[in-house]
């Protein structure tokens, strides 16, 4: 029922920028959080950015004044503007979908839920020195 598909990664110098597309297949006020997670290399994959119906957001710390996550409902698409990019940003960045009743932004903004909805299969960032 939800299919989600990221696009917008590259690679760029570090203090750089890249918008982060996602896009919904099912896109629904009031239906669904979104969230954007991360994994790096050899790292465990960690939440980065979240998103609910109502536009409410919730970043994780390291990516605070950084990255700006909103949403077009019109176009069912997720983005994430990532600013003044570090080497440590490096990583696949995946989004997921997970059903409003079950968590809001600052729940999914510390990890994974256990039931995801969807997730996408991500896009590559890369961050050089």
């Known amino acids: 029922q939800v299919l989600l598909r990221e696009s917008g990664g590259g690679s760029v110098q570090s203090g750089g920028s890249l918008r982060l597309a996602c896009r919904a297949s099912?896109?629904?006020?009031?239906?669904?959080?979104l969230g954007w997670f991360r994994q790096g290399p050899g790292k465990q994959r960690e939440a980065v950015a979240g998103?609910?119906?109502?536009?409410?957001?919730a970043y994780v710390d390291s990516v605070r004044g950084r990255f700006t996550i909103s949403q077009d409902n019109a176009k069912g698409t997720v983005y994430l503007q990532l600013d003044s990019l570090k080497p440590e940003d490096t990583g696949t960045y995946y989004c997921a979908a997970v059903s409003e009743t079950r968590t809001t932004v600052n729940r999914m903004i510390l990890g994974p839920p256990a039931r995801v909805d969807a997730w996408g299969i991500g896009t590559q960032v890369t961050v050089s020195s």
């Open positions: 998103i609910d119906s109502n536009g409410n957001t």
């Open positions: 099912a896109y629904m006020g009031g239906g669904y959080c």
